[in-house]
């Protein structure tokens, strides 16, 4: 939308994998909306994205059906991202294979729900895979071959390929080894009273009567049955994979392993098994199974962190304290284990050299500020004592502790009922209150990060505490600012008549101008509670000069003496 003042990233698709982010600006100036794109690379991305887990993880916005905007992450990769829509709903849509998803919501930080996704095996003989120690008994035969069923119901060895789905099986709770690609998948998200058409490994003998008789059997599959469960239940223990006493192998055993050899059980009767009946199960996707997912705040970007459950290493990695955002690369600033947009994970090390700077000011006596009018007249005196200051600047954070321990103004007018215009509330009697009052009037924290661009000041944390104050105006008083200010109202409205005479393209100027100016991020804003004790004096009219009278007629609600009104102020917190 455009009728209303907006700031927004706008992503722009160069490739499916490729963004272009154009940061748009709404403001209303004048009588005008003026609307102002310009290239986002020197301000933080709204969204980072990093896959801490050992498997692609396809990300999109909820409500955008359309899977061209879906962007697969790399495992061990970060990327930035911004909404394809951003008038829509802000959800992420997280997905693995399949139709195994989980939403993830954007309202609130922390843990999210966990992503599962299926983790299929291969059945290979041993001897064939590289990576087993029952390889060498047959160096020469054909790489990965695994349990396949290319057409029928027969069950053959085949090179592995990972575009074959009748080469992944599934064990399920009762044992029975189900192919995933014969068979119909169901997904989480499904109804539960649906069920599944399974089709399972099997050995081709009309009932385990029959077994009785036979040493060697074929295997096939066939759908799911009660009545053959003993013919269908397996087990992959001691290396090998078997079934009522029979253990799987080739045909001919191991000279007989090679591309397309039959699949059949052999009866066994010794526990260790030979060179030809060891199989592996191997994993389709690496990983538990389980990804859990973080949303974290780190300065302006929220980070979405996936990360495998078993993974420590990677949940470490997530509860660090802070980042600096760049839309270019992360970057850690404390020694740890890190992943680029490069995909590479590097060992950062901390500066060799670190340049600190420290200044501490303190002024017991404080300082003094006169307000004075045009007559000249002096109106209101502050004094502010117990000034200190600790400034600590480093390589990348300058963090400022300013407090003040007393602050008071005076009614400086000649004759004033009341004199003292604000002052610390004193303390009750209340041990809660006994405790306030050895705490500083205005105590103000700040933490700022080092930024990678003049345009971005990021904050880690701004932290602002006041104690309670008691405030008490006097009319005359009130009216002598009214007319201070109403000097300096004046003169602004003499420059907006003079920008409301511009041309419309001298308006887009200055839009694009305040589009552009410095902009300060917080990571963490907060205003501790207080309460104001607020007085009111009202003044006889004989005590006030033509001047003041007038700009008392121009008052839109009448004015009334009160005494002691309390306004509690409740603690204000961004995050």
Known sequence: ????????????????????????????????????????????????????????????????????????????????????????????????????????????????????????VYIMAAVTSKKHPASHHLPDC?????????????????????????????????????????????????????????VVLDMAAESSKSLSHVRIVHLVVQPTSEHRASTQTWALAGQRLSCSGFSVQARDGISGLVDGADAVAVRFSVPSPPPSQIVCAERQLPGSGALAVRLSPKGPTRVLQIYDMRDKRSDKGAQEDWVVVDSGSVTHRPASRQVTEEGTSVDEEPDAQTTDLRLVVRLAGGVGVSLVDHVPQELVFLSLTGIELDFLSSNDTRKLEATIQHVQADNQL??????????????????????????????????????????????????????????HIEERLLLHLIQFAAMAATKQSLVTEESASLDSRRSLELASAESQALRYYFSTMKFLGTAIHLSFRTTMASRLSDELKQIRQGIPIPLAKFEDAFIPLGTFQRV
């Open 1 to 120: 939308r455009i009728d209303r003042e907006a700031s927004f990233h706008l992503n722009i698709r160069k490739s499916p994998h490729e963004f272009l982010f154009v940061h748009v600006d709404v403001i209303l100036h004048g009588a005008t909306y003026c609307v102002c794109f310009y290239d986002a690379h020197n301000l933080p991305p709204p969204f980072r994205i990093e896959n801490l887990s050992p498997v692609p993880v396809t990300v999109s916005q909820k409500q955008v059906p359309d899977q061209s905007l879906r962007v697969c992450v790399s495992p061990f990769r970060t990327i930035s991202y911004a909404w394809d829509e951003p008038s829509l709903s802000g959800d992420f849509r997280l997905e693995v294979s399949g139709d195994e998803y989980a939403y993830c919501s954007t309202d609130t930080f922390g843990d999210k729900d966990t992503l599962y996704y299926e983790n299929f």
């Open 142 to 198: 054909p790489s990965e071959l695994v349990l396949d069923v290319p057409q029928g119901r027969a069950v053959l060895f085949r090179q592995k390929d990972p575009s074959c789905r009748t080469q992944l099986w599934r064990m399920t709770p009762h044992g029975r080894l189900e192919n995933v690609g014969l068979s119909t998948s169901v997904s989480r998200h499904r109804s539960r009273s649906s069920r599944r058409d399974s």
């Open 414 to 471: 000649f004759n004033a009922v009341l004199p003292v215009l604000l002052h610390v509330t004193p303390p009750s009697g209340h041990s809660s209150d006994l405790l306030s009052q050895s705490c500083p009037a205005l105590r103000i924290s700040a933490t700022k990060q080092s930024s990678w661009t003049r345009s971005v000041d990021i904050f880690k944390d701004f932290e602002i505490s006041v104690q309670p104050v008691s405030i």
